[in-house]
Nanobody, 129 residues
C-alpha cells in the first residue's frame, strides 16, 4: 500500500509557473500508474494528467495540454506536475493519485477518480493577481 504526499502549491499570478511534487512511500512506486487530479471550488474532481509506470506514456486533459508536464522519478519515489502559463481557472486543490491496476489507455478509466486506490491529501493552487 502506497502513501502519497503532495507539496509545492501556493499563490501565483496569472501567466506564472509552479511545480507540484508527489512523494510516495510504503510501496514499490514503479508498479503504480500515477495521475494528477484537481478540484476547483464548488466543482467535482477532474482529471489533469497521467503518467505510465515507466514514464514512457503521458496523457493530459485538453485544458492543460501544452501548458502542463507530468513526470516521475522512480528511483526517488517522486512524481511531478510542472505547470506553466497558469490561468485563474487553474485554481483548485490538486491531488496526486496512484493505482496498480487502472487500465489507463481508456480515457473513461483514466479520467475516473474511482479507478484510483491511493490519494494524497491535496495541495492548494491559487492563480490570482
Amino acid at each position: 500500500q502506497v502513501q502519497l504526499v503532495e507539496s509545492g502549491g501556493g499563490l501565483v499570478q496569472p501567466g506564472g509557473s509552479l511545480t507540484l511534487s508527489c512523494a510516495a512511500s510504503g510501496g514499490t512506486f514503479s508498479t503504480y500508474v500515477m495521475a494528477w487530479f484537481r478540484q476547483p471550488p464548488g466543482k467535482e474532481r477532474e482529471f489533469v494528467a497521467l503518467i505510465s509506470r515507466s514514464g514512457g506514456s503521458t496523457f493530459y486533459s485538453d485544458s492543460v495540454k501544452v501548458r502542463f508536464t507530468i513526470s516521475r522519478d522512480n528511483a526517488n519515489n517522486k512524481g511531478y506536475l510542472q505547470m506553466r502559463s497558469l490561468k485563474p481557472e487553474d485554481t483548485a486543490v490538486y491531488y496526486c493519485a496512484a493505482d496498480a491496476k487502472v487500465k489507463y489507455l481508456s480515457s473513461r478509466n483514466r479520467h475516473n477518480p474511482d479507478k484510483y486506490d491511493y490519494w494524497g491529501q491535496g495541495t492548494q493552487v491559487t492563480v490570482s493577481s
